[in-house]
């Protein structure tokens, strides 16, 4: 039964591979252009920008956690004080479980602080994909291609011509400043542990 059904699924592949290589709609061209990003945010700008607005939000993220910090640290002096010179067995036994507590939710805020600098890079990062897009696909258009891939280590070989990084950066130069994407919230308080 196997042999039966392996000429049959090697004879569907190539029957069918012609299809996924023209397109079922028979279009010519299907070229694939290539952006790169860091090379459009570089000639922008927009890299120092996208760099100072993740360092603004790092910043107030650390200093959050300085007060939260400092804050912990009173409240356990301020109970280590309350049980005087010679804490009994039990003050002891709860300085060191209030001392526990305090490091464990101050590390949920760090996990918390990171996962909110992780998350306005993501959302930095998508923000300025989705500039360069329109622009992007105006001169992939042009150019016959159907697709637009950002340029990363891992193209080993591209055509020139279907390099539309120096298109994009002229054209997103000449046009129209664009209201600059708002600076994204610092949070106003500590950033809430997940749990």
């Keep these: ?43 922008l700008g927009k890299d120092q920008t996208l760099t100072k607005q ?15 910090g400092q804050s912990y640290q009173q409240q356990l002096k301020d109970a280590s004080d309350k049980a005087g010179p010679k804490p009994s067995d039990q003050d002891k036994k709860n300085l060191q479980a209030m001392q526990n507590d305090a490091q464990q939710k101050f590390a949920a805020y760090q996990q918390a602080g990171a996962n909110k600098l992780r998350e306005t890079q993501a959302k930095l990062a998508d923000d300025f994909r989705n500039e360069v897009k329109p622009f992007a696909e105006r001169f992939a258009r042009q150019k016959g291609a159907g697709v637009v891939m950002v340029s990363t280590g891992m193209i080993l070989w591209m055509d020139n011509q279907l390099d539309i990084t120096g298109d994009v950066i002229t054209a997103m ?23």
């Design 1 to 43: 039964m196997k042999r039966f059904w392996t000429p049959l699924t090697i004879a569907a592949v190539f029957c069918t591979l012609p299809l996924f290589l023209t397109g079922c709609d028979n279009k010519s061209s299907h070229a694939v252009a290539v952006v790169d990003l860091d090379a459009v945010a570089k000639a």
């Design 54 to 68: 993740l360092q603004d939000v790092n910043n107030d993220i650390n200093q959050q956690l300085t007060k939260i």
């Design 173 to 195: 130069r000449a046009a129209p400043a664009a209201t600059a994407p708002a600076t994204p919230d610092a949070p106003k308080s500590a950033p809430a542990p997940k749990q």
